[in-house]
């Protein structure tokens, strides 16, 4: 019987168009659950999309859409374009799905509320809350970037008293600290970065935002929960979308994938969510991907509008060019568009063609024959590029399939096989082959 292997996709916020730096940091995923497939594990790997931020109200404000029905249908609609952005650069999640403002979504929501609610853990007080004075409403600590500004509108917060929704952060540090730790960071260097953010934790986490596009808080007028009090719930979503049942106490999931510019937030969030709700980690391993960055070395933004769009270098690399761009960057590590790279993916596609060819030519004029020794060479290749994936090492994966394949197979192993007759077991070898290379390409 196949077990399950339970992955929590980033739900991208409907903000704006979907860019090659999307595709980066999903493509390195999916690498990860191209390769549990290949072990033979049925897989949660949802579709999902965040609606319910300002982000979403924000870019349907900017096409005159104004009442809250109305944003939702055109998120909806705009998430059927990213979908299709992603299929097409080869991303294959798994027939599950879920947004952040979908049915039972609201109902996780309000049980999780009620539960801290009851726990005493979320309070509602008149107190101090850091303000954004260009969005006109509260944020969280974790919203600002190193210099003290607030990071989607650039400026200073301002310090208002008044009264909000809150959950204590505080008093839980070392517990929150102690499920960091419990966790498999990939890289592990990320995990001091949520290990340091704790230490630097002044405010209790403020769950309410006054503006009327959004999740409404039960029984507030004019009040919302801020986006990511939604997003921390993403392993009760996902787990929601194949059972479809809201239930909060949940199976530990086996991975979560996101970038490491939102530790603070999204990791920090549902790791603290998951230990108040289940007393347990969201997900064993935690996989940080990088951004793809301009000419300027800045980071793409869908809300900036001058994001590189992957089509034109789908057209030309196929998606195997971008495929094998993505698996050839080290987790975690930020980087710019290498067309290099996607000409090596594309190569190693066409080539594939080549080989396959020549061997059949080579059986079909009777030029047949058996190598135990070549078998046994391919082999120890193929133990080495599979314990490089199961590491989480995509570009050593990448790296040692390229110079196997290029260098050894064709190079070589093809050229011996004009000499010798050993198609038979380089047919087999290409064979086994295409299915580690359909991991990656």
């Given at each position: 019987m196949k077990t399950n292997y339970l992955i929590d996709t980033p739900p991208p916020t409907i903000s704006g168009n979907l860019h090659i730096g999307h595709i980066f940091s999903y493509t390195q995923a999916d690498i990860i659950a191209n390769y549990q497939r290949y072990l033979g594990k049925n897989l949660l790997y949802p579709w999902c999309y965040d609606n319910n931020g300002i982000p979403t109200g924000?870019?349907?404000?900017?096409?005159?859409?104004?009442?809250?029905?109305?944003?939702?249908?055109?998120?909806?609609?705009?998430?059927?374009?990213?979908?299709?952005?992603?299929?097409?650069?080869?991303?294959?999640?798994?027939?599950?799905?879920?947004?952040?403002?979908?049915?039972?979504a609201i109902e996780i929501a309000y049980k999780a509320f009620e539960f801290l609610k009851e726990k005493g853990i979320a309070y509602k007080a008149e107190t101090e809350f850091l303000w954004c004075p260009k969005q006109k409403c509260s944020i969280s600590q974790s919203e600002l970037d190193d210099s003290g500004r607030i990071e989607r509108s650039g400026e200073f917060p301002e310090i208002k008293k008044g009264l909000g929704w809150f959950i204590n952060i505080k008093d839980h540090i070392p517990q929150i600290k102690e499920k960091i730790n419990q966790i498999d960071w990939k890289p592990e260097r990320f995990k001091q970065n949520a290990l340091n953010w704790c230490d630097n934790i002044k405010w209790d986490w403020s769950i309410s935002r006054e503006r009327h596009y959004g999740m409404s808080i039960p029984n507030e007028e004019n009040m919302t929960f801020d986006t990511w009090f939604i997003s921390s719930l993403t392993p009760q979503l996902a787990n929601s979308s194949l059972?479809?049942?809201?239930?909060?106490?949940?199976?530990?999931?086996?991975?979560?994938?996101?970038?490491?510019?939102?530790?603070?937030?999204?990791?920090?969030?549902?790791?603290?969510?998951?230990?108040?709700?289940?007393?347990?980690i969201p997900w064993k391993t935690l996989m940080i991907t990088g951004h793809t960055l301009d000419g300027n070395g800045n980071?793409?933004?869908k809300s900036s509008g001058g994001a590189t769009l992957p089509k034109p270098l789908l057209d030309r690399y196929k998606t195997s060019g971008l495929r094998y761009w993505a698996s050839s960057n080290t987790l975690g590590t930020d980087t710019k568009i290498d067309e290099d790279k996607m000409k090596m993916g594309w190569r190693i596609e066409n080539k594939l063609i080549n080989a396959q060819k020549f061997i059949d030519m080579q059986i079909s004029n009777g030029w047949i024959?058996?190598?135990?020794?070549?078998?046994?060479?391919?082999?120890?290749?193929?133990?080495?590029?599979?314990?490089h994936f199961d590491k989480f090492e995509?570009?050593?994966?990448?790296?040692?399939?390229?110079?196997?394949?290029?260098?050894?197979?064709?190079?070589?192993?093809?050229?011996?096989?004009?000499?010798?007759?050993i198609c038979l077991t380089l047919n087999e070898i290409l064979k086994d082959f295409k299915l580690i290379l359909k991991i990656i390409l």
């Open positions: 924000k870019l349907a404000s900017s096409k005159g859409i104004k009442d809250k029905e109305e944003i939702l249908n055109f998120s909806i609609e705009k998430s059927k374009e990213y979908l299709s952005t992603f299929k097409s650069c080869g991303i294959n999640f798994s027939d599950n799905s879920y947004y952040t403002f979908d049915k039972n059972t479809n049942q809201t239930d909060l106490n949940i199976p530990i999931f086996d991975m979560r994938f996101q970038s490491h510019d939102i530790i603070r937030t999204w990791a920090f969030y549902t790791i603290a969510m998951s230990y108040y709700l289940n007393n347990q980071k793409f933004s024959g058996e190598s135990p020794k070549l078998m046994d060479e391919y082999l120890s290749y193929k133990k080495s590029i599979l314990e995509l570009d050593k994966a990448s790296d040692e399939l390229y110079y196997f394949f290029w260098d050894i197979f064709c190079s070589k192993w093809i050229e011996e096989s004009k000499k010798e007759p």
